[in-house]
């Protein structure tokens, strides 16, 4: 016999315990956080449309998600003078029976009766509706696998700061909470049933208490086989490759110069290159060179002081009022550091700083902390502003103590400042400042001297790196057109990136170049994966990168490649909605005044060049960074015998559809 | 209206790719909304729910008349006062956003600000599934920030007109093609023919754009329910020569036409000094603007037999404080606002009531879900919608599974 003078007590409580005694197994002891709680959530009982709603239902309010156990065990035991739960007899409290079904329930029947979940309720309240276990017992670590067509979470209990060794491990699959990242792939039922759908990659993922953890799964669209040819000597390339010989994917072939060289002058310097830069490239097709040419111009820190800007969601040029001044000195900002070659920590330091960027014009300390999170650390903590983050790990009070490193800075009474506070709202009381749990050791939070110092290091400290992975998918995603993780600002561990191997790979070409945007740029830029094929159609290659996606130009990048083209810059932007771009460039004065106003590239082509075919040619290199195909030669060659035709002709070029795509 | 909601979003997706027939000018199906928005928050007190016996310091110097069902309206509404009759208006709308794009995402969407997520207004919501030439949905001028697609695809966004209908050379930019330009169109066509179809989702997109463009440019008939000139000068005469009124004329046109949502955004309620003067004796006073224009629209829906079918809606994001500040102007009030609802099967008559200041609801509060649930039932979309966002997360289009306002409800 085995037991402790506490399960002895229980023991004489009710049968249920002297059974435990006589199959000489300890008494199971419950916790609502980890016992009850889950089956809430799985439920859907403290969903937004349910008890989880801001008033909940028929008088009964759960906290949204489960967000706040303490309040919903007082929910539960105590309101209504603790009716909702008969200890003497379980199976008629008020909570068992709504569930069943058995009263009158707008959410109808929510539990079979004599199911697992069911059961452990009726064992909860048997046991005294325990609010905790004890603090030996808490949850610490979950873990979700696949075993034949289930999924399966696994929960760890112990004592804090126990490893997995000394955590007593339960099968937690009938209350945890399980989804799929692609459902196209495999569907996850309630139960972790697996449903095998089509091919191609997804996370499961198994929620429970306030812990996520999530496994991947591929199903190949062919056999898998390792990809012919010789073994990458990229590093992105090795990722990349493993990845698509997992999935069965061959990677598309690697593109010619002209429409490499295409590629990278549209990327580095928002414009197609010039005849003799085609010429240049394809003499010698140099990427890394190209790179180091190109990132010392003008026109590059330009085109990425843009693409900083939008990443640190300064507002765009045609900003009006009082944000406007603002947000043209943070572009012209941006676009001299990028000059200047600083490395992207050190602009992101200006961004935590409040040099430049939006830190300083938030008013809210809530605000910032989230615009820091996003732009910086590539993570929406948002939704923990209201209640605990239902698919990450995000606390409430997590929001709320990192919010108050943010607090605005006060006067200390002696003609000076003293470091801000902030208030929970809810509680009234002041909130310690601390850092987001991201990992483990270092400051948990700013010191009082040079709060905004100690607030940049934690943001862009190498301890646990999310800066540069976030820079990393960041500068991904302008160059591909999607990030590895998206959206961007999303990284956490129910959205992993679609190939981890290569943000890995990305990450560490970063810190080799410490952080300098060229060097990452000649890394990402020299790879295979950057130079393979466009995609005729879309379809898995195109979403697992096997090859390129086709993707439109931005009005600005439009507007710029334009210029660069036709000599001569547009009087007017293209507009931002779709029907009215198109109509622009149809109807409107943008090409067709332009072209019709002379003394552009386009009739300096028609004047030099001898014959209709050489104007041909030229026009399509100058445009298209290609030659004319001999179907194009054969319907457009009597278009540039005759001036205005070959306007025309010039006109149909820029607002075709290759023009406006990158391919 | 027949949308799968399971299937919404992927519906919406295939969307701007579907074939459509172009080849006739569109017949008018199914209902419509006509959203005025009076945008910076119009005072309820100056307009729609006068306190005649409160100080003068609440009920203002600008003046009321009865208008029926105990409502005291603005003595500069005298025409809507005499089409009271024949609205819903709801003087109890009540929440607690008092900023401007918090209330205007609430009050356009339905759902309260949520920090990581810009819900959809209703045009991008409802009428994409048409085959007409015209757009489904189309902003005059320009969209406020909370009227777009949200967190739908760009494609279900506002069709934006742009420019000021109220200028006599008002003419919607780029609509009319260039005769001269035939050849430059047949080769560009002729090109994309020969770069052998769309590659990929954007290219698609940018096709269904340009044959869209296209074919507006090209069908006189559906271009000419742009044209404001086609209309009798008398008739633009009683809309009003400004704005506001030759907005809201072109917008019954494109009603007309076959566009399923025209938001109409008249800017400059947001009046924090000298109320008086800007409602009462600005150039055009506000005020009278509004009554041209609203009694205008109504009449003529009327007239061209639309008023079962299209609905209107008056709003903006708040009310104003019931108090004049020592500017003479009142301040953002969130507690009370009005909203007027015309056509549509929309039953008249006054519903709610503020207390005796004008701060609060004093009867039948209303929430901004209710009224926004009120616009989606009278329009028949399915109120249990379930949108999607990009990655997945299901979306109710109506909030807190809010109920309508049964009382301006037809059974």
């Known amino acids: ?35 009850v709680l889950p089956i809430l959530q799985r439920q859907g009982c403290s969903s937004a449309y349910c008890h989880g709603s801001a008033t909940g239902r028929a008088g009964f309010k759960l906290s949204l998600f489960g967000s706040d156990a303490a309040a919903d065990y007082a929910a539960i035991a105590t309101q209504l003078g603790g009716r909702r739960l008969d200890l003497r007899a379980p199976d008629r409290s008020l909570l068992v029976q709504k569930a069943l079904g058995h009263l009158d329930h707008g959410g109808g029947r929510r539990l079979p009766k004599g199911g697992v979940a069911h059961e452990t309720l009726l064992a909860w309240i048997a046991a005294g509706a325990p609010w905790r276990a004890g603090e030996a017992e808490q949850l610490r670590s979950l873990r979700v696998s696949v075993r034949g067509e289930r999924a399966v979470a696994e929960a760890g209990f112990g004592p804090a700061g126990a490893g997995d060794e000394r955590q007593q491990v339960r099968d937690v699959s009938d209350v945890a909470l399980f989804s799929t990242s692609d459902p196209t792939v495999v569907d996850v039922g309630a139960d972790g049933q697996l449903d095998r759908r089509g091919a191609g990659q997804c996370w499961v993922m198994a929620r429970f208490g306030n812990l996520t953890a999530v496994t991947r799964l591929v199903r190949p669209f062919a056999s898998p086989a390792p990809s012919a040819g010789p073994a990458a000597s990229h590093a992105l390339d090795r990722a990349w490759r493993a990845h698509l010989d997992e999935l069965g994917l061959q990677p598309a072939d690697r593109v010619a110069a002209a429409p490499l060289a295409r590629r990278l002058y549209l990327d580095l310097v928002g414009r197609p290159p010039t005849p003799q830069e085609l010429d240049a490239f394809g003499a010698a097709p140099d990427v890394a060179a190209t790179v180091l040419l ?34 043209a000195r943070d572009r012209a900002a941006l676009v001299q550091a990028v000059a ?5 920590p ?47 790990r995000w606390r409430r009070s997590e929001h709320l103590a990192f919010s108050a490193c943010f607090a605005s800075p006060r006067p200390d009474g002696a003609g000076g400042t003293m470091a801000g506070a902030l208030f929970d709202p809810e509680a009234g009381e002041r909130v310690e400042p601390r850092f987001l749990p991201l990992a483990p050791g270092g400051p948990e939070g700013p010191g009082e001297n040079d709060r905004r110092r100690d607030v940049a290091d934690f943001l862009l400290s190498r301890a646990h790196d999310a800066f540069a992975r976030n820079a990393c998918n960041r500068i991904f995603a302008f160059v591909f057109g999607r990030g590895l993780v998206e959206p961007v600002d ?48 879309e379809g898995p290659a195109a979403t697992h990168l096997a090859c390129r996606a086709s993707r439109a130009l931005p009005p600005d990048t439009f507007g710029r490649a334009v210029a660069a083209v036709v000599g001569r810059a547009p009087a007017v932007q293209l507009p931002g909605s779709a029907l009215a771009r198109e109509l622009a460039l149809r109807n409107g004065p943008m090409l067709h005044d332009l072209l019709a106003a002379g003394g552009t590239t386009v009739d ?49 070029l820029l607002s075709g559809r290759e023009f406006a795509h990158e391919r | 209206m027949n949308l799968d909601r399971r299937s919404f979003l992927g519906g919406l997706a295939a969307l701007p790719f579907a074939a459509r027939s172009w080849a006739h000018a569109p017949l008018r199906r199914g209902r419509s909304l006509i959203l005025v928005w009076l945008d910076g928050g119009f005072s309820h007190l100056d307009t729609f729910d006068c306190k005649p016996e409160a100080s003068p310091e609440i009920r203002g110097d600008l003046g009321s008349m009865p208008a029926g069902d105990g409502a005291f309206v603005s003595a500069h509404l005298p025409l809507l006062a005499q089409r009271l009759d024949r609205c819903a208006l709801l003087r109890s709308v009540t929440h607690g956003e008092g900023n401007h794009d918090r209330g205007s995402h609430l009050l356009l969407t339905g759902h309260r600000p949520s920090h990581v997520l810009v819900h959809p207004a209703l045009g991008a919501v409802f009428g994409h599934d048409g085959d007409g030439v015209l757009p489904p949905y189309v902003a005059i001028p320009q969209a406020v920030d909370y009227a777009r697609a949200g967190f739908l695809p760009g494609v279900c966004g506002p069709f934006e007109v742009g420019g000021d209908p109220g200028r006599p050379d008002f003419a919607v930019r780029d609509l009319t093609a260039d005769a001269g330009g035939a050849r430059a169109q047949q080769l560009r066509a002729a090109l994309d023919a020969l770069d052998g179809g769309p590659r990929g989702a954007a290219e698609a997109q940018r096709d269904a754009f340009v044959g869209m463009a296209t074919r507006l440019s090209e069908d006189p008939a559906a271009r000419r329910w742009f044209d404001l000139g086609a209309e009798p000068a008398d008739l633009r005469a009683r809309y009003g020569r400004h704005r506001l009124g030759q907005s809201c004329l072109l917008a019954r046109r494109l009603v007309q036409g076959g566009v399923r949502t025209v938001f109409v955004n008249d800017p400059g309620w947001d009046h924090h000094q000298q109320i008086k003067t800007a409602l009462g004796y600005g150039f055009p006073p506000k005020l009278q603007a509004l009554d041209e224009a609203l009694s205008a629209l109504f009449d003529d829906l009327r007239a061209h037999e639309l008023d079962d079918s299209v609905l209107v809606c008056l709003a903006s994001e708040f009310g104003r404080t019931p108090r004049l500040n020592p500017l003479g102007g009142r301040d953002h009030w969130p507690r009370a606002q009005s909203v007027l609802l015309h056509g549509a099967g929309i039953r008249p008559g006054v519903v709610g009531s503020t207390d005796a200041r004008g701060e609060e609801p004093a009867e039948r509060p209303i929430a901004p879900a209710e ?20 990655d997945g997360r299901p979306v109710r289009l109506v909030a807190d599974e809010a109920e309508p306002v049964h009382e301006v409800l037809r059974a």
């Open chain 1, 340 to 344: 200047r070659g600083d490395s992207l």
């Open chain 1, 1 to 35: 016999m085995n037991f402790t003078l506490a399960s002895f007590s229980v023991s004489c409580l009710g049968l249920c315990a002297v059974a435990s005694l006589i199959q000489d197994e300890p008494p199971r002891r419950f916790d609502f956080a980890c016992d």
């Open chain 2, 371 to 390: 009224v926004f649930a009120t616009l989606v039932q009278a329009l028949g979309i399915d109120r249990d919608l379930v949108l999607r966002t990009a």
């Open chain 1, 294 to 327: 190109l990132a010392g111009r003008r026109e590059f820190a330009e085109v990425w002081g843009a693409h900083l800007a939008d990443w640190f969601e300064v507002p765009d040029a045609g900003a009006k009022g009082p944000a406007a001044a603002a947000a």
């Open chain 1, 604 to 652: 300096a082509t028609f004047d030099l060049c001898d014959t209709p075919g050489e104007r041909l040619v030229e026009l399509w290199r100058t445009v298209l960074s290609r030659a004319p195909r001999a179907d194009e030669v054969l319907r457009f060659e009597p278009f540039a015998a005759e001036r205005s035709a070959f306007r025309d002709l010039a006109y149909a």
């Open chain 1, 490 to 537: 999303d990284h956490r561990l129910g959205n992993p990136p679609l190939d981890p191997g290569m943000l890995d790979a990305l990450v560490d070409a970063f810190h080799r170049g410490d952080g300098r945007l060229p060097a990452l740029l000649t890394f990402v830029l020299t790879s295979a994966a950057y130079a393979a094929a466009p995609a005729q159609q």
């Open chain 1, 346 to 392: 050190a602009i992101a330091r200006a961004v935590a700083l409040g040099e430049v960027g939006l830190l300083e014009r938030l008013s809210d300390a809530r605000d910032r902390a989230e615009y820091a999170g996003r732009t910086l650390l590539g993570k929406r903590i948002g939704c923990a502003r209201c209640h605990d983050h239902p698919s990450d």
